[in-house]
């Protein structure tokens, strides 16, 4: 039996957003603006061979430039969730947006893995161009270079076994090379959507979210995630207040969720 995971959502910020902000050409939906919340999160897997941490939130300086609200810091968060960062085996970034990549620096031993699409994109030139650049910060994708200098990042094809029971799978859209995470659980699958899936109403109501590097693959990405839940997996989506209300499971705070024992 492939090895099994607790898994836990850790909100470490939010902010307030509308649905024309989010939904990608809302007005094409024809329906008035309402307030939407966002929330920020980062996901940690843990049996008891291994901790994998799934994405590292953003930095202080990342989002408040932004102005969203950072309730915890990364490591503060961790450890609100009984983990401390330097316990950390692996960190997979399912792609290099400020809020997934910003916290990284807390992580002072892990390997840290991502696609090789989404590395090579966000160093290369396309990604310094404006609708692309505003997304990152040029000091934490220069991290992930320093990163690779020093050989703790591992680049992933399109497909990849992080370790027993998680696995990487490439779909794009959102960005070139956005992964999403799935991992056994003593409850079945669950897959760790990130930004592949904002709010459930991108999936339920075949809706594209505002910021997207490719519309056709960010639509294929549905439909590959929807195969993926019709065979039985669950999916957390990577910024839905909804989150909290489908996967009711109370951690040790409010903040903490519990996405399966
Ligand atoms: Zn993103």
């Known amino acids: ?20 902000e989010v939904f990608l050409n809302y007005h094409a939906y024809r329906e008035p603006d309402r307030p939407l919340r966002m929330d920020y999160f980062f996901w940690v897997a843990r049996s008891p061979a291994r901790t994998v941490v799934i994405d590292t ?33 692996q960190v997979v970034l399912t792609h290099a947006h ?5 916290g990284l620096p807390a992580f002072t031993r892990a390997e840290v893995l991502m696609t090789r699409a989404e590395y090579d994109f966000w160093t290369g ?31 992933t094809g399109p497909a990849h076994a992080v370790a027993p029971g998680l696995e990487l799978t490439q779909l794009g859209g959102h960005t070139p090379g956005q992964a999403v995470v799935t991992v056994a659980t003593r409850e079945g699958p669950v897959i760790l959507a990130s930004d592949a899936v904002h709010y459930y109403e991108e999936l339920e109501r075949d ?55």
């Open 98 to 102: 400020y809020d997934h990549i910003g």
């Open 57 to 89: 939130g953003f930095s202080p300086a990342g989002g408040a430039s932004r102005g969203r609200t950072m309730l915890l810091d990364t490591a503060a968060a961790l450890r609100a969730a009984g983990q401390e960062p330097d316990a950390v085996a």
């Open 125 to 155: 030139p396309m990604g310094r161009r404006g609708q692309f650049a505003h997304t990152t910060e040029a000091s934490e994708l220069g991290h992930l270079r320093a990163l690779r200098d020093a050989g703790r990042l591992t680049l």
């Open 1 to 20: 039996m492939s090895e099994q995971y607790e898994v836990l959502a850790i909100r470490y910020g939010t902010r307030q957003a509308s649905a024309a």
């Open 207 to 261: 809706r594209p979210f505002s910021t997207v590097a490719n519309l056709a693959d960010m639509y294929a990405a549905f439909d590959r995630i929807r195969e993926m839940s019709q065979g039985g997996a669950r999916v957390v989506a990577g910024h839905d207040p909804l989150v909290a209300a489908r996967f009711g499971g109370r951690g040790r705070t409010d903040d903490v969720i519990r996405i399966s024992a």
